[in-house]
């Protein structure tokens, strides 16, 4: 058995000299790949003026859940207003959409969200830092933020009080191109 256990070392250190069998060096990392399916994810939504995107990735780096922004299940995306302004709110998209963390959250195949991170396009709002730290996620990561909206400074708050870390995303320069 010892025999056997060295010649298999053995085989295996004189695997790696072969140019062959090294793995290439220039993969992306888990950082970029989260975030370029995040990125992926929002051009998904419809919204004319707004694509968010948003992934739930848990301990193991695992995708368990996704969403974007759009209207929700068995609402149609031609039968309602994308409109970002009107005096009467029913004419207006904000009342009827649903946010991407909101979308990722209720589509995820885990039971369990806590300490999973969530990576997205856009920091959250209030109302989606609402559900994210009731559904115990551990850290969130952004793309890009409107530090100067309330809804970004009320979430960033509540984050805080909470214990759950934010960071933006660096941006590495790396390019992925996907043919469609």
Same mark, same amino acid.
């Given at each position: 058995? @010892? =025999?056997?256990?060295e010649n298999l070392c053995r085989i295996l250190e004189n695997a790696k000299l072969n140019p062959e069998n090294?793995? &290439? $060096?220039?993969?992306?990392?888990?950082?970029e790949y989260f975030m370029?399916?995040?990125?992926?994810?929002s051009h998904r939504s419809k919204d004319p003026a707004t694509q968010v995107g948003c #992934?739930?990735? =848990?301990?193991?780096n695992h995708i368990v859940g996704a969403g974007y922004n759009g209207f929700p299940n068995g609402i149609s995306d031609d039968e309602y207003p994308w409109g970002k302004q009107s005096e009467n709110p029913l004419e207006t998209k904000y009342?009827?959409?649903?946010? !991407?963390?909101?979308?990722a959250i209720? =589509? !995820?195949t885990a039971r369990q969200l806590k300490n999973c991170r969530l990576y997205t396009t856009r920091f959250p709002c209030n109302e989606c830092a609402k559900l #994210?730290?009731? !559904? &115990?996620?551990?850290?969130?990561?952004?793309? $890009? $933020? @409107?530090?100067?909206q309330w809804q970004s400074q009320a !979430?960033? @708050?509540m984050f805080n009080t909470a214990r759950i870390p934010t960071r933006k995303y660096q941006k590495t320069g790396r390019k992925i191109v996907i043919e469609l």
């Open positions: 058995m @010892k =025999n056997g256990a090294v793995k &290439r $060096d220039d993969y992306i990392s888990w950082e370029a399916v995040t990125i992926a994810t #992934v739930l990735v =848990n301990e193991d009342t009827y959409v649903v946010h !991407a963390e909101m979308n209720m =589509n !995820a #994210v730290i009731q !559904a &115990r996620i551990g850290e969130i990561i952004y793309l $890009d $933020d @409107k530090e100067e !979430a960033r @708050k």
